[in-house]
């Protein structure tokens, strides 16, 4: 297949500003040209990925969603860069035999209808905002079999009610190092911003007194403030936005893996990085977690916003056999696995065309 990445438009590819949109699209399309697939991604200038083939395009970033109110109207920046990447995508499209969207935005859902080419939509999130829950769902209708969603929690949020593809996600595991006897210490992995949740992570830690490692970049300088003023005590220690080497020296030694979020997971990232290192994971029993992490088996899932929960499950880590973590990353979520997954479904996008 002759293929078009298009990136997330809220920060260029490598900034970790797109989150797990930007590890997904890079392990994506990695494996689709190992499998001989041609390929052209197109992300915002400044992109770092370059051992892609990329075309850089200039203009100014989208809002996130996740920063949005619910009814906001549609918001473009003055010389927007999702319009500038459609717009190239628009003019380069006989070139390709489909296009696939990474973004989560309005306008590559709208466009669909006026490309003679087929795009297919990975949707990256959970419902936010009603723009997006009207627009999904027509899409899925008119264009049956194009969009993709990582869980069928994610796809419930839209009101979802069609067969649709559930492409879960993985990861190199080559990447991330096996490590038995880890130490006494936890980790927290994500962007630092309050859908995250990260306080409940650091009151669990202040109340068990263990370590907590916490990586992501740092979105919200005024939300990691309160937290550090509101546990002066917790032993938490931020160490930053990590490469995936140094990330995973750091995660790989940990006892568990804490996953705090206040909002609709779509998939968590985090879960298969943990898992791939055989570190069990504690997640809220809300959203994507709920379907990737099998409670008793590869971690435990908690009471959503419950600190309670998670202290008891700290204190039942060990519990948790770290090799079958690390099996369960190996037979799920390797990027083999998602390739099979992600080939078949645009198979399936250019049969039905």
């Given at each position: 297949?002759?293929?078009i ?18 590890l ?6 990695q ?38 109110e ?9 010389n ?7 717009e ?12 696939v969207?990474?973004a ?7 466009l ?55 492409l ?10 096996f ?18 949740g ?23 300088n ?18 930053g936005?990590?490469s ?11 006892q568990?893996?804490?996953m ?12 298969i ?24 088996v ?31 990353a ?24």
């Amino acid at each position: 297949m002759k293929l078009i990445f298009v990136s997330t438009p809220v920060g260029s590819l490598g900034s970790g500003v797109g989150g797990g949109v930007e590890l997904s699209l890079y392990n994506a399309a990695q494996e689709m040209l190992r499998r001989g697939h041609q390929l052209q991604a197109i992300a915002p200038a400044n992109s770092t990925r370059l051992d892609l083939p990329i075309v850089q395009i200039p203009g100014n970033y989208q809002p996130m969603a996740q920063n949005q109110e619910r009814t906001e109207p549609i918001i473009m920046p003055e010389n927007p860069v999702i319009a500038n990447m459609w717009e190239y995508a628009r003019q380069v499209q006989d070139d390709c035999d489909l296009i696939v969207n990474f973004a989560y935005d309005w306008l590559p859902f709208y466009l669909t209808p006026f490309f003679r080419k087929p795009i297919a939509h990975l949707v990256s999130m959970g419902s936010l905002t009603n723009a997006i829950d009207q627009i999904i769902p027509q899409i899925v209708k008119q264009f049956p079999g194009t969009v993709a969603f990582r869980t069928k929690t994610q796809a419930q949020t839209f009101g979802i009610e069609e067969e649709c593809c559930y492409l879960s996600n993985g990861i190199d595991l080559s990447l991330y190092n096996f490590c038995l006897e880890p130490k006494k210490q936890l980790a927290w992995l994500g962007r630092i911003a309050p859908e995250k949740g990260l306080e409940d992570a650091v009151a669990a830690a202040q109340i068990t007194n263990i370590p907590l490692k916490i990586m992501g970049r740092m979105q919200d300088n005024s939300y990691w403030e309160k937290i550090c003023s509101d546990y002066p005590d917790a032993p938490i220690e931020y160490l930053g936005f990590l490469s995936t080497d140094k990330l995973q020296q750091v995660l790989r030694e940990c006892q568990g893996l804490l996953m705090t979020h206040r909002w609709v997971e779509a998939f968590g990232n985090v879960v298969i990085e943990s898992l791939a290192c055989g570190v069990p994971v504690i997640s809220y029993r809300r959203g994507g977690p709920g379907e990737t992490v099998q409670d008793g088996v590869t971690g435990f899932l908690v009471e959503p916003d419950s600190v309670p929960g998670l202290v008891e499950a700290i204190a039942r880590i060990d519990e948790i056999n770290r090799y079958t973590c690390r099996q369960e990353a190996e037979s799920k979520f390797s990027v083999q696995a998602l390739g099979d997954r992600f080939e078949k479904w645009l198979y399936q996008i250019l049969k039905i065309q």
